[in-house]
């Protein structure tokens, strides 16, 4: 997944195809460009057809309110009645950037709003993960950001979802801060970064993936670690960076680990 997901809206079975092709197991789309496949039973019959898990579903909404909206509540509400039907998959709750104004009151009101939708999928048997994200118009980006949101997060309703290239391009390190909320983690993402300015190809950036990865296998996470690259060339060719990153997992990092 790369940007905002809405270059590829309504593409989903498409993507199911390059994802199985490159030899990843699990997929993780964004709710709201879902098209056709919003439907649960179109949905499992494609994935069935590719061998494909639904790993999670990303819910990323404004969320700039003191509260929720009526169209906020609506939306949440229907990923959620469309996860009911795949157990097990994750509702991954994320803000989009909209600007560092009023930071304070707007973190208090992100993690009151994370929190309700969260509870309201944990009251209907649907698991939730925050994922932070670091665009310099977002809310979720500093290490201020993490211990404010993260320490006011109901753990019986949410857990989170360190994103790596993300917390390396909020200056933070990955690992140390995994390890520091480790207690939290019940959702994984993966992408590299070179500073360049931002982004770049899995295994051509400074994240050290082998390492956390190795980590993660230690503790013995057993959620899903999904892969989002947000470089360049995933925007200008999201299939070819597809099949890139499954081939340098399976024949680079799963190799380097004991």
């Given at each position: 997944?790369?940007?905002?997901?809405?270059t590829?809206k309504?593409?989903?079975?498409?993507?199911i195809?390059i994802?199985a092709?490159a030899?990843f197991?699990?997929i993780q789309?964004?709710f709201?460009?879902?098209?056709?496949?919003?439907d649960p039973?179109k949905l499992?019959?494609k994935?069935?057809?590719?061998n494909i898990e639904?790993a999670a579903?990303?819910l990323a909404?404004?969320w700039?309110?003191?509260?929720?909206?009526?169209?906020?509540?609506?939306?949440?509400?229907?990923?959620i009645?469309?996860?009911?039907q795949?157990?097990?998959?994750?509702?991954?709750?994320?803000q989009?950037p909209?600007?560092?104004?009023?930071?304070?009151?707007r973190?208090k009101?992100l993690?009151?709003?994370?929190n309700?939708?969260s509870?309201?999928a944990?009251?209907?048997g649907?698991i939730?993960s925050?994922?932070?994200?670091?665009?310099h118009?977002s809310i979720t980006?500093?290490?201020?950001?993490?211990?404010?949101?993260?320490?006011?997060?109901d753990?019986?309703?949410t857990?989170?979802c360190?994103?790596?290239?993300?917390?390396i391009n909020?200056g933070?390190?990955?690992l140390?801060?995994m390890k520091?909320?480790q207690?939290?983690i019940?959702?994984v993402h993966y992408k590299?970064?070179d500073?360049d300015?931002e982004f770049?190809l899995m295994g051509?950036?400074?994240?050290?993936?082998?390492g956390?990865t190795?980590w993660?296998?230690d503790?013995g996470?057993?959620g899903?670690i999904?892969c989002?690259?947000?470089?360049?060339?995933a925007?200008?060719d999201?299939?070819?960076?597809?099949?890139?990153?499954g081939?340098?997992?399976h024949?680079t990092?799963?190799?380097?680990?004991t």
């Amino acid at each position: 997944m790369a940007g905002n997901g809405e270059t590829h809206k309504g593409q989903l079975a498409h993507m199911i195809d390059i994802i199985a092709d490159a030899g990843f197991t699990g997929i993780q789309p964004i709710f709201t460009w879902m098209g056709p496949l919003s439907d649960p039973k179109k949905l499992a019959e494609k994935l069935n057809e590719r061998n494909i898990e639904l790993a999670a579903v990303a819910l990323a909404l404004d969320w700039n309110g003191a509260k929720e909206t009526d169209d906020e509540r609506r939306i949440a509400d229907d990923a959620i009645s469309m996860l009911e039907q795949f157990p097990g998959s994750v509702l991954c709750t994320v803000q989009i950037p909209t600007g560092r104004h009023d930071l304070e009151s707007r973190r208090k009101s992100l993690v009151g709003i994370v929190n309700e939708v969260s509870k309201r999928a944990a009251d209907r048997g649907v698991i939730s993960s925050f994922h932070p994200n670091s665009p310099h118009t977002s809310i979720t980006r500093t290490e201020e950001d993490y211990r404010v949101i993260l320490e006011a997060l109901d753990t019986s309703a949410t857990g989170w979802c360190p994103d790596v290239g993300h917390i390396i391009n909020g200056g933070m390190d990955p690992l140390a801060k995994m390890k520091e909320y480790q207690s939290l983690i019940n959702h994984v993402h993966y992408k590299d970064w070179d500073g360049d300015p931002e982004f770049t190809l899995m295994g051509n950036g400074k994240v050290d993936l082998v390492g956390i990865t190795q980590w993660l296998k230690d503790i013995g996470f057993p959620g899903w670690i999904i892969c989002e690259d947000e470089g360049q060339e995933a925007l200008e060719d999201p299939d070819f960076v597809t099949l890139h990153d499954g081939k340098w997992i399976h024949e680079t990092l799963i190799k380097k680990l004991t």
